[in-house]
């Protein structure tokens, strides 16, 4: 099949190689435009261009595919390919309804939930933030309306005790990888059948925002712990950040007031109705990410210390 692959992100890059890799046409890819980085700012190829250069596929950049000059020069450049169909796996751009109804199979979305639970730009931060216990891919028809297309196929995951974002992403970017595969596979030959969503189930997952990884003790420490999965939790210690990457909810509770040190030696704080959260892997300002038996050989803490200040 004749394939234009829009994607910018990680989750995107499985899905591009799984594409190359079964034999499709991929004619051109759209990412979006490289970012300046760094001190020097250097500008910084999205990880699906990186893949796309090596594999020697056309890479096309446009700041908007609804407005202005790049715009009409993006469609005028698709009519000249003239794709069967279109792939979005998080691309970070909304397609007009001219490029929506251009391909032959139309457009299709790996998006990274069961559909219609979280649309929008957050599905697996969500996801844990909200302690579901599966999250999945959904492979769908795309239409005018965000992630509110026709379902075309799903496949569900587990989500394990205690998985930080990361890891669901990227098993997650694997299983849209296949599951997107069987999709072109299904639409060629005709064996799918499209599935409106159920909107009165629908659920939005917006973007993230920095003071959402926040950590207040106040709270049981069963929902900071979906915090520290879900978005990476920071707090302050000696009046300097404390980034929280991996914790775990401890057995039995504590007297003493919410965020303070309960036990120095395993990094424990104290959290909301006495409950327990320990700290496993963290990184002070000025430091490196670090497990947490490193982090407290170099730094001393002291019982009933307070965190936050």
Do not use: W
């Not at 520290?228 to 404390?242: A, E």
């Not at 490193?294 to 002291?302: N, Y």
């Amino acid at each position: 099949m004749k394939i234009v692959f829009m994607g910018t992100p990680e989750f995107a890059v499985p899905c591009l190689k799984a594409l190359v890799s079964a034999g499709h046409d991929v004619e051109a890819v759209f990412t979006q435009p490289d970012k300046p980085n760094g001190r020097k700012m250097k500008l910084i190829f999205s990880p699906v261009k990186k893949v796309a250069l090596e594999r020697g596929i056309t890479v096309l950049q446009p700041n908007s595919l609804r407005n202005g000059e790049e715009a009409e020069r993006a469609f005028q450049e698709l009519e000249a390919i003239q794709p069967d169909c279109i792939v979005v796996a998080a691309y970070g751009q909304i397609l007009p309804k001219s490029i929506l109804e251009l391909p032959k199979y139309g457009c299709i979305n790996v998006h990274a939930s069961l559909l219609p639970k979280y649309r929008g730009a957050a599905p697996i931060h969500y996801a844990i933030l909200n302690g579901e216990k599966e999250s999945g891919v959904t492979i769908m028809q795309m239409a005018e309306g965000l992630d509110t297309g026709d379902m075309l196929l799903k496949k569900s995951v587990e989500i394990f005790e205690n998985e930080i974002t990361e890891e669901l992403h990227d098993r997650l970017s694997e299983v849209g990888a296949e599951l997107l595969i069987e999709a072109l596979e299904g639409i060629e030959k005709g064996t799918i059948t499209p599935e409106p969503q159920d909107d009165s189930q629908s659920s939005y997952a917006s973007m993230i925002q920095k003071n959402m990884s926040a950590l207040d003790f106040t709270k049981p420490a069963e929902e900071l712990q979906r915090i520290v999965c879900g978005l990476t939790g920071f707090t302050k210690l000696g009046g300097k950040r404390l980034k929280v990457y991996r914790s775990t909810v401890m057995s039995g509770t504590s007297e003493g007031t919410a965020g303070t040190v309960a036990d120095p030696k395993a990094f424990v704080i104290r959290c909301g109705n006495g409950t327990l959260l320990r700290f496993d892997e963290v990184q002070l300002e000025g430091s490196k990410r670090m497990k947490s038996s490193d982090f407290l050989r170099g730094k001393k803490l002291e019982k009933d210390t307070v965190l936050g200040e």
